[in-house]
């Protein structure tokens, strides 16, 4: 009895050696993946946060709650890194730890649930940052390059008045509301989308480029 008692224990801490061993690997694709989400961000400010703040906070809560875990399960095990320790093992000794080592297991279903969960969000969510950087560096480049020949027809257009100064408060409302969207201010005008926000303001560009080049009657 006390021999199949501890050959039962033997296969349960082995249980849990791969379940603990499992959750270190998928946290270590979630770190990985943050990383890479954080390379993305840090790479252009012009791209929302929120979602990523929102995800890298659960990442710090779920990394707490692991790292609290791993220490006492590896304090745990340190009591029969040994197998002789098994071997040698009385029925109370064992069944100290058996119920600690049955329950690690059992939980980390969930921990492994919420590490898939959010490893899933992530790749989600670096996919669509990659995909709008994409879409927001041609809109961006042509509404800068506007900005720039904006200034220049106005100054080479010799407009007096007040139909000057309106123009140039225009573009220079304009050029504020372009360098607040690269510095990521494009969430203050969510739901709309931000290369919808830049192409607001080229179209506001265009406008105004078009009003120095019409004449005046």
């Known amino acids: ?23 270190g690997r998928s946290f270590g694709t979630l770190d990985e993946m943050r990383r890479e989400t954080e390379e993305l961000l840090s790479g252009d400010p012009a791209l929302p946060t929120a979602a990523a ?39 109370d000794a064992m069944s100290a730890d058996h119920e600690y080592f049955r329950d690690y297991v059992r939980s980390r279903a969930s921990v492994l649930q919420r590490m898939n969960k959010l490893i899933g969000e ?25 900005l ?13 008045g007040q139909s000057a100064y309106a123009l140039q408060a225009r573009l220079n409302a304009a050029g504020d509301r372009l360098r607040e969207l690269d510095a ?5 005008g969510l739901p709309r989308s931000i290369p919808d926000q830049y192409r ?10 078009d009003s120095v080049a019409r004449p005046a009657f």
């Open 1 to 23: 009895m006390l021999a199949e008692g501890r050959v039962a224990f033997a296969d349960l801490m082995r249980m849990a050696d791969e379940t603990h061993e499992m959750a």
């Open 53 to 91: 703040r929102a995800q890298f906070a659960e990442h710090e809560r779920l990394w707490e709650s692991l790292l609290a875990d791993m220490k006492a399960y590896e304090a745990r095990r340190g009591r029969w890194a040994d197998e002789k320790d098994i071997e040698n093992a009385d029925f």
């Open 122 to 146: 992530l790749g989600t969510l670096a996919v669509s940052l990659t995909v709008l950087r994409e879409q927001l560096a041609p809109i961006r480049e042509r509404s800068h390059a506007a």
């Open 148 to 160: 720039e020949a904006a200034a220049t027809e106005i100054a080479w257009a010799g407009l007096t």
């Open 184 to 188: 990521g201010d494009g969430e203050s």
């Open 200 to 209: 607001d303001v080229e179209r506001e560009i265009a406008e105004i480029r």
